[in-house]
Each structure stands twice: as structure tokens, then as C-alpha cells.
């Protein structure tokens, strides 16, 4: 019991602490979660499925099987190259034969003392018997008794000794190397007549006709213009002459070239020195000639004489 005017115990105060955090504690407690397997066997699975189809890509790859079909393959040893040919030689069979079994032949020879020399001694020679089977004999020779290889015989020369002559011989005479010479063209020369000069252009023929009225009074092969830079084609006139004329254009410059009539724009005739194919399109656009031939144009013609260019 509590006693009157007494203060609460600390301990119920206390007890009562201890039962509301705990009373609190259990009425929020969850229930434990299951684990979930599926997530673990599907990623089991999916390992397996990627793992097989590498298998399946690495089986069908021609790399892989060119690779098994290499390391399969027999390694072909090197047969290893001999530096001497093989022959079957037979063995020779050794016998020890004593000097009694062999015939020994000692050759007396006689020598002559000289002062200085010593007194020579007697030689004797061993010669062993040649027999049909090669056989390889060792002799015993005393070690005082030299042995002396005979000496070999050669045979006499009977024959006339060859006699080597020597003849000079004069060369045969050559005639000497002349280059061809190639003449120049020259142009037909056709009887002039009275009229106004002018001058057609070919191009089908590449050829150009010098006119003095109908009657056509020379003609000379040209080159003109490529198909890339074709000449014009028309009928104009000579609007100024210049006996020497710088020509540039993209990718070509031209210096001091001669006798140039221009007839249209800075297209004209004029003499050619980088070439000497006329009769084929080289050109620009100008009408190419031979530097004689165009000097005989350019002496032909004069400011406003009529250029007529066609197919």
C-alpha cells in the first residue's frame, strides 16, 4: 500500500517504461518474407542456354575445325638429306700374316760411297701379292729396315709433238650504220588561179585546204582539237596575225610559238614544235600545222581572209 503524501515508486514508473516500448515493439513485428528460387534457377538457366549455344557457334565456326583439322594431321617428319650417296661395299676380311707367309723380294742394289756420305745401308722391299679379293694384310718389318715405295714407271711419249700455227685474219669489211633520213612533207602544188584567198578546214580528214577563189591552191595535214577541247565549227575571219605568240591554257604553256593567225576568239592556226603526229586530233582547240606549213599559210593569208571550219 502506499502511504499517504508518498511520491509514486520509481520502479512502477519504470515498469511502466519497459512494458510500453515493448507493448509497441510487438504490435509493429512483421512476419518473415519467403525467398523467392525463381530468380536464382532462371539466371542458372540462362548461363546454360548462352554456355550451349557458344558450344553449338564454336562447333559449326570453320576456324575451329581448320584449327582440329591441323593439330589432327600427321606432322610429316624431314627425311634428312644425306651428303654422301650409299654403296654396298663389301667388308675386306683381315688376316695376320708372318713375314714367312709372304714373298719378300730384297733386290740387292749397289751404291756408290761418296766422301761425305755414310756408308748405305742394304734396303730390302716388301711387295705383297695382289689377290682377287680385297684383303687387308699387316706386315711386321723389322724397325731397322726402312721402307722405300718403288717408284713408278711412265711411259714413253712416241708420238710427233703437235705444231700450233697462228694466222692473222683481216677483218671483213662492214659498211657503216647510216640513220634513215625522212624527207619533210611537201605539199602538192596546184596551179593557182585569180580570186579572193581563203581557207577550209577539214576536220572529218584533218586536213586543210588553202582556196584562191574554187580552185584549191595547196593543202596541208593538221591536228585539231581532242574530243575533250573540240575546235569550233563555223565560217569566220582572221582578226589578227602574230608571228610569234606565248599560249596558255590549264595545264599547258606555250612559249614563242609561230606564225598564229587567230580566227575566233584565241583559237587560230598557227606552226606546231611539241609534236609531229598531223593527221590525228592533238589539240586544245587550235588547228595545228608544221611550222613550213604554216609559214606558207601564214604568207597566204591576211587580216579577214575567211576561215571555214566543218565535218
Not at 605539199?187 to 576536220?203: T, Y
Request: charged fraction near 15%; hydrophobic fraction near 40%; proline fraction near 10%.
Amino acid at each position: 500500500m502506499q502511504r499517504f503524501n508518498e511520491p509514486p515508486k520509481a520502479k512502477d514508473n519504470s515498469l511502466k517504461q519497459k512494458q510500453a516500448p515493448g507493448s509497441a515493439r510487438s504490435g509493429s513485428s512483421r512476419r518473415p518474407r519467403r525467398r523467392s528460387y525463381l530468380l536464382p534457377i532462371f539466371l542458372i538457366l540462362m548461363g546454360c542456354v548462352v554456355f550451349l549455344f557458344a558450344a553449338w557457334s564454336a562447333v559449326r565456326s570453320p576456324v575451329l575445325a581448320s584449327i582440329l583439322n591441323i593439330s589432327s594431321a600427321p606432322v610429316a617428319q624431314p627425311t634428312p638429306m644425306l651428303s654422301f650417296a650409299q654403296v654396298n661395299i663389301p667388308k675386306p676380311t683381315y688376316a695376320s700374316q708372318s713375314i714367312a707367309q709372304l714373298d719378300v723380294i730384297l733386290p740387292a742394289a749397289a751404291f756408290t760411297n761418296t766422301p761425305d756420305a755414310a756408308p748405305a745401308e742394304e734396303l730390302s722391299v716388301a711387295v705383297v701379292p695382289q689377290v682377287d679379293a680385297p684383303t687387308a694384310e699387316s706386315l711386321v718389318l723389322p724397325s731397322n729396315t726402312p721402307y722405300v715405295v718403288p717408284p713408278e714407271s711412265f711411259p714413253q711419249s712416241t708420238e710427233t709433238p703437235g705444231i700450233a700455227y697462228a694466222q692473222i685474219v683481216v677483218d671483213t669489211p662492214t659498211s657503216d650504220y647510216v640513220a634513215p633520213t625522212v624527207a619533210p612533207y611537201v605539199a602538192p602544188q596546184i596551179a593557182s588561179s585569180d580570186g579572193e584567198h581563203w581557207i577550209d578546214v577539214d576536220l572529218s580528214q584533218q586536213r586543210l585546204y588553202a582556196y584562191s577563189g574554187d580552185s584549191v591552191v595547196n593543202s596541208f595535214l593538221v591536228s585539231t582539237g581532242v574530243w575533250q577541247t573540240p575546235t569550233v565549227t563555223g565560217k569566220y575571219k582572221i582578226w589578227v596575225k602574230l608571228r610569234y605568240s606565248d599560249m596558255s591554257g590549264p595545264g599547258y604553256y606555250l612559249p614563242d610559238v609561230p606564225y598564229v593567225m587567230y580566227f575566233y576568239k584565241d583559237y587560230g592556226l598557227h606552226g606546231t614544235y611539241w609534236h609531229n603526229n598531223f593527221g590525228n586530233p592533238m589539240s586544245h582547240g587550235c588547228v595545228n600545222l608544221s611550222i613550213p606549213d604554216a609559214e606558207w599559210v601564214y604568207n597566204f593569208t591576211s587580216v579577214g581572209t575567211v576561215v571555214n571550219v566543218h565535218y
